[in-house]
């Protein structure tokens, strides 16, 4: 069966310090793979999302980028984080023949 | 641009009872994908239910079901023998068939299921 992990699973970093998210899966080959934020009391926002290694599709224009180094592995980054920046963040993964998405355990961001 | 309404930011429901949860959204295409999730707790997002558009049967799995109206755009999921265990925020979601790989989601619905 398919196993999407992300880590770290919480992360407390100053504003201005650089930021690393990693999200892998398991089980499956060539996954389109997908970050979403999670603001307080809202629903999700897609921020990235790929479908092959090396191609990256940016749905919002922010302080934040994406890289794909690997079939199933999926990383967000920042150079430099702002406050705005915090939040809690979903790694997903799917597939051509399946239209739903399955979700990671997210990682917790503050940003202070 | 898609988009889907939650129009109930808060539901509660007794143990044991049905409860529904309500779902709107907007799109000019046919041919679309809905979808149900559960996030307890925990954060993570849990697929509960999904619908093809082209399909006029309503999906069911165990307890949980959907009453699918194409015409209206309504999403509504019914949550039968509430278990202390379906307490989560629900969310409804939309995905285009083809094209944008985004799935577009509501706001969310907070159930509470009261013992």
């Not at chain 2, 539901?11 to 996030?39: G, H, I, N, R």
């Not at chain 2, 697929?47 to 949980?64: G, M, P």
């Amino acid at each position: 069966s398919q196993t999407i992990h992300q880590w770290p699973a919480t992360l407390v970093q100053p504003v201005g310090s650089p930021l690393s998210l990693e999200c892998t899966v398991e089980g499956t080959s060539n996954p389109n793979l997908y970050w979403y934020r999670q603001a307080a009391g809202r629903g999700l926002q897609l921020l990235f999302y790929s479908v092959g290694i090396g191609q990256i599709s940016s749905e919002v224009p922010q302080n934040l980028s994406a890289s794909r180094p690997q079939d199933r592995q999926f990383i967000l980054s920042s150079k430099k984080l702002l406050l705005s920046d915090s939040g809690f963040y979903l790694c997903a993964w799917g597939s051509r023949g399946l239209y739903e998405q399955y979700f990671g355990p997210g990682t917790r961001l503050t940003v202070t | 641009a898609q988009t889907v309404t939650q129009s109930q930011p808060e539901m509660s429901v007794q143990e044991a009872e049905t409860v529904t949860l309500s779902c709107t959204y907007d799109t000019s295409e046919s041919d679309y994908y809905l979808f149900w999730y559960k996030q307890p707790p925990s954060r993570q997002m849990i697929l509960v239910i999904r619908q093809e558009a082209y399909k006029q049967q309503n999906a069911t799995e165990n307890r949980f079901s959907v009453n699918f109206q194409k015409a209206a755009k309504s999403f509504s999921l019914k949550i039968s023998d509430s278990q202390l265990g379906d307490a989560a925020m629900y969310f409804c979601a939309y995905k285009d068939q083809g094209g944008s790989e985004k799935l577009v989601f509501g706001k969310g619905t907070k159930l509470t299921v009261n013992p």
